[in-house]
């Protein structure tokens, strides 16, 4: 078509256009997500500068929270019946990833630039020191096999560490980088978010005894995948995709492909704590935002959406009590608290 020919037809493509959107009503918004159904009970003191919180797990046996500092070098031990500080663990150089390990009276947290760090649980006294690969992240408890499966981040890989941290380490190599990683207590595997250096983005399963990839569920649309968390139905996984700002829901069964939902979150979804008796999924991210999504629905239904605090990308929760966790590395007077929060309706 000549230059001017399309001229002409462009003028009145746009004039249809107008006239169309004059004459037809506005169409309806998108319902905004509702805001969160969660109330503060209060803010607890932390000891520490002012800087980054990683991972969390709560010790159900003795009743406490255990807090990575991450950039404070230091693991904080938080009583959870008042909320306060039981123990600081020093001289921990980049601690992230937490994991508690009540069969073997154990915790593990992963450390830079390459070592797993066993405390005792009772005691919360350091055990021993034990080498990892690059940057470990995550960290993962098989009470099975009595293995630790951790992240090694910089590595693209898995590390598998035999007789409760003290045994022999094996490592997988698996993509460009890994992220976090959760063990599947039904199939007796470490499941772990794997970034490709080409797309898509993977969720991988791994046999811990063998340390061999048994299974692999490609993320499409995933970009950055990072955070894991699984269904307390055991047939679904949900996955934080950090660069693309979404959670995706996907099968577990074999031969599973496109995900099976996706979802708007906060920008850099990180931490996921889901609420099994609750039925609630809550999704930390580095913007601040909070996200909580229902378990008890297909897909990714949304139960409330709002900016909690800057930087709170981190999140756990107490199945039995159902309050809410999140480390604040500036709370409303400047210094560390722990934001402890509550679902709207129930006690105190």
């Known amino acids: 078509m000549a230059r001017f020919g399309r001229s002409i037809l462009v003028a009145l493509l746009a004039l249809a256009a107008s006239q169309a959107s004059t004459a037809a009503p506005a169409s309806t918004p998108a319902p905004e997500t509702p805001k969160l159904p969660l109330v503060v009970v209060h803010d607890a003191p932390l000891p520490g500068r002012p800087v980054r919180f990683d991972y969390q797990a709560l010790d159900a046996a003795h009743g406490r929270l255990i807090v990575a500092h991450m950039n404070d070098a230091s693991v904080v031990a938080v009583n959870l019946a008042d909320a306060s500080v039981a123990r600081v663990v020093s001289n921990v150089p980049l601690p992230r990833g937490v994991a508690v390990a ?10 830079s630039p390459h070592t797993l760090v ?13 080498r990892t690969g690059s940057n470990p992240d995550g960290v993962a408890w098989d009470p099975t096999h009595r293995i630790v499966g951790i992240s090694d981040q910089g590595d693209g890989a898995i590390s598998l560490i035999s007789d409760a941290g003290a045994g022999t380490r094996k490592a997988l190599k698996l993509g460009r980088e890994t992220g976090n990683v959760a063990f599947d207590a039904r ?19 791994v046999e811990p005894v063998g340390a061999t990839s048994v299974r692999t569920v490609p993320l ?6 990072h955070g894991v968390s699984l269904h307390p139905d055991g047939a679904t996984a949900f996955v934080a995709c950090e660069d693309a700002a979404k959670l995706a829901r996907v099968t577990l069964d074999a031969g599973a492909g496109t995900p099976l939902a996706f979802a708007a979150t ?19 991210s580095e913007s601040g935002e909070l996200g909580v999504f229902d378990l008890a629905r297909p897909g990714l239904a949304a139960v409330g959406r709002q900016t909690l605090a800057p930087g709170s990308h981190t999140v756990a929760v107490d199945a039995a009590t159902h309050r809410v966790y999140f480390p604040l590395s500036h709370g409303p ?3 560390p608290v722990l934001r402890v929060m509550l679902p709207t309706g129930l006690t105190h």
């Open 333 to 335: 007077n400047g210094a």
């Open 266 to 284: 906060g920008s850099g979804p990180d931490v996921l704590a889901p609420d099994a008796g609750l039925g609630w999924l809550y999704v930390a």
């Open 220 to 225: 499409p649309g995933c970009a950055g995948a």
């Open 187 to 205: 199939r007796g595997w470490f499941w772990i978010a794997v970034e490709q250096t080409h797309a898509p983005d993977e969720l991988v399963a």
């Open 102 to 111: 009540s069969e073997a009276n154990r915790i593990f947290v992963t450390s």
């Open 118 to 130: 066993i405390l005792d649980a009772a005691s919360l006294h350091e055990l021993g020191r034990v």
